[in-house]
Nanobody, 125 residues
Framework: VQLQASGGGLVQAGGSLRLSCEAS????????MGWFRQAPGKEREFVAV?????????YADSAKGRFNVASGNARNTAVQLQMFSLKPEDTAVYYC??????????????????WGQGTEVTVSS
């Protein structure tokens, strides 16, 4: 399974960006699809997730009220992250991740089997 993320870029503070990610290859059933980010010198952190099966969504506190995560297709093998009111502290490389199990510790990067290559988001002040 390969994950392809896209949509990053440079935006001014207060602006918006939409990230997309799609799984390809031998995908079977659906996946729990998550987004993580890693800023320079910091650890990778959870941002948001669409849990497979129920399609429940969960957010990190930093993303609540500003980001919206949604499944991109009926099988939940694609995910989108719409980011509003971006802040300079949102600057990071954003990674999508997937796991075929619907009941994982979605906030823990170690729970995921598959990772995209990362897409860079830069928010200028």
């Amino acid at each position: 399974v390969q994950l392809q993320a896209s949509g990053g870029g440079l935006v001014q503070a207060g602006g918006s960006l939409r990230l997309s990610c799609e799984a390809s290859g031998r995908t079977t059933g659906g996946y729990t699809m998550g987004w993580f980010r890693q800023a320079p010198g910091k650890e990778r952190e959870f941002v948001a997730v669409v849990r497979g099966g129920t399609r429940s969504t969960y957010y990190a506190d930093s993303a609540k009220g500003r980001f919206n995560v949604a499944s991109g297709n009926a099988r939940n093998t694609a995910v989108q992250l719409q980011m509003f009111s971006l802040k300079p502290e949102d600057t990071a490389v954003y990674y999508c991740a997937a796991h075929p199990n619907f009941n994982i510790h979605y906030w823990d990067a170690k729970s995921y089997d598959y990772w995209g290559q990362g897409t860079e988001v830069t928010v200028s002040s």
